[in-house]
């Protein structure tokens, strides 16, 4: 490979290129292109889009592209701006229940199973274990 072939994959790939586009264009094996890529290329994702940004933030995030696109730079982002919009997480209400074994009411999170508020409860009632004695 020389200096021209060299130079020319460099502009072609931070243009946004293929490996297989280049690797047609210039005339070398797919391998050989990227194996160059990867040691030499500076930059070595996809092309910058602008809003690559960080949504709490505002800093640029480097994409990979072989990867899902990251919102947060950080965890810190991530759970401070979920923090301050909790109204879009859209979590459950919690429901009332009535106790089958002790009849009092309690609130739990929705489940079409729920019987009993408590471990002890179940027992009781599937053992005719009085638990209030």
Not at 18 to 29: E, F, K, R, V
Not at 78 to 101: D, E, F, P, V
Request: net charge positive; proline share 3%; aromatic share 10%.
């Amino acid at each position: 490979m020389n200096e021209f072939q060299k130079e020319r994959i460099s502009q072609m790939r931070l243009a946004g290129d293929s490996y297989a586009t280049i690797s047609a264009a210039l005339g070398l094996s797919r391998n050989t292109v990227k194996s160059y890529c990867l040691r030499n290329v500076a930059v070595e994702s996809v092309p910058r889009n602008p809003d690559d940004n960080c949504e709490m933030c505002g800093n640029t995030i480097i994409q990979s592209p072989r990867y899902r696109k990251r919102r947060f730079c950080s965890d810190a982002c991530r759970m401070a701006w979920w923090n301050a919009h909790r109204s879009l997480i859209g979590g459950q209400t919690k429901a009332a229940y009535t106790c089958a074994a002790c009849g009092q009411r309690f609130t739990e999170y929705p489940n079409h199973k729920r019987k009993y508020c408590s471990h002890d409860c179940y027992i009781a009632h599937r053992y005719g274990v009085d638990q209030h004695e």
